[in-house]
């Protein structure tokens, strides 16, 4: 079982940046392939992005991140980050923090979510 909180939500202004952290417990959270999702109001929740167990080696992001979001983590903290920057209006929702992420972005533990708001 693993346990998922995160933090590093807020409010930030069109083209600004934020980190957010997705902090693990329980046991082997290196064994995981870890992602973030987001939901919009009145939207479906979607994948963002995930990077593998181990290493961390191979990351994937959906398009209209690439290029502007990071995930990365730190096994020896149980964390995964999710660097986000050039922000814009429509990146604002509620980011999740996920645990083993499939190869088909389904995961099997989700953090409680914390909010981003873009302002333009």
């Known amino acids: 079982q693993v346990q998922l909180v995160e933090s590093g939500g807020g409010l930030v202004q069109a083209g600004g940046s934020l980190r957010l952290s997705c902090a693990a417990s329980g046991r082997d959270f290196n064994h995981y392939a870890m992602g973030w999702f987001r939901q919009a109001p009145g939207k479906e929740r979607e994948f963002v992005a995930a990077i593998s167990r181990w290493s961390g080696s191979v990351t994937s992001y959906e398009d209209s991140v690439k290029g502007r979001f990071t995930i990365s983590r730190d096994n020896a903290k149980n964390t995964v980050y999710l660097q986000m920057n050039s922000l814009k209006p429509e990146d604002t929702a509620v980011y999740y923090c996920?645990?083993?992420?499939?190869?088909?972005?389904?995961?099997?533990?989700w953090g409680q979510g914390t909010q981003v708001t873009v302002s333009s």
């Open positions: 996920a645990g083993a992420v499939s190869v088909d972005r389904r995961a099997d533990y």
